[in-house]
């Protein structure tokens, strides 16, 4: 389902705060994406997140553009693997509901903070919005493996959690070591950084190292 179909379904809470999350949020750098999806993306999201405070809105909205940036990066190589030389076919890694931000096994031990809390509530209602229009669009659910998994592939595309969007199977990662040689550790170790590091702070959900090192191979 193209990212921009879903984008355009959101309903508006408000759109007074546009100007404010453009002016704070399309100033950054996004390598991967074009002006206008940025822009867009900004636009659409703000006006459905609107009864939001700034901070917790933009940090949304900040998340759902890093993990378009990994699509595309995705796109560019890893998916290619995924899609035709998977050996776990037809589920993968999708094994269980890794889409889930915080579990409650993350909640007791690693004790994240309340803006990280706000964000997972946040970006876990998000997720119920996209699964529920992909499906609505044709997309059929497998069920036994991610609640998130359709027949033809995973129902997010803008909020998948970091442990998703950053992982890599070992057959991915030996797939970029050979195409890309010397550069390849690089991205393989920023992806993991943050696939496997425990959520405390906002700053966990991305990694800055991952579009650096990214650039390397796919800019």
């Not at 940025?38 to 703000?46: A, E, G, K």
């Not at 290619?80 to 579990?103: E, Q, Y």
Request: net charge neutral.
């Amino acid at each position: 389902m193209p990212i921009d179909h879903w984008l355009e379904t959101l309903s508006p809470h408000g759109h007074h705060m546009v100007d404010g999350d453009l002016a704070a949020l399309a100033v950054r750098p996004y390598p991967f994406l074009s002006a206008d999806s940025v822009c867009n993306q900004i636009t659409r999201l703000s006006t459905h997140l609107g009864a939001l405070r700034n901070d917790v809105r933009r940090q949304a909205i900040a998340y759902s553009l890093y993990v378009r940036q990994l699509d595309a990066i995705q796109e560019a190589g890893p998916r290619d693997r995924c899609k035709g030389g998977c050996p776990r076919p037809p589920v993968g890694c999708c094994t269980a509901n890794h889409f889930v931000i915080l579990s409650l096994s993350d909640v007791l031990v690693g004790g994240p903070s309340p803006a990280a809390m706000h964000l997972s509530h946040v970006i876990t209602g998000l997720q119920r919005n996209e699964t529920a229009h992909s499906v609505s669009h044709g997309q059929v659910l497998s069920p036994g493996h991610c609640d998130c998994l359709a027949a033809d592939g995973c129902t997010l595309r803008l909020f998948k959690s970091p442990r998703c969007v950053h992982y890599l199977c070992r057959e991915v990662e030996d797939a970029l070591r050979l195409e890309h040689g010397g550069q390849a550790p690089a991205f393989i170790a920023a992806m993991k950084a943050v696939a496997t590091q425990t959520i405390t702070a906002v700053g966990d959900f991305t990694g800055a190292e991952v579009i650096s090192t990214a650039l390397a191979l796919f800019g």
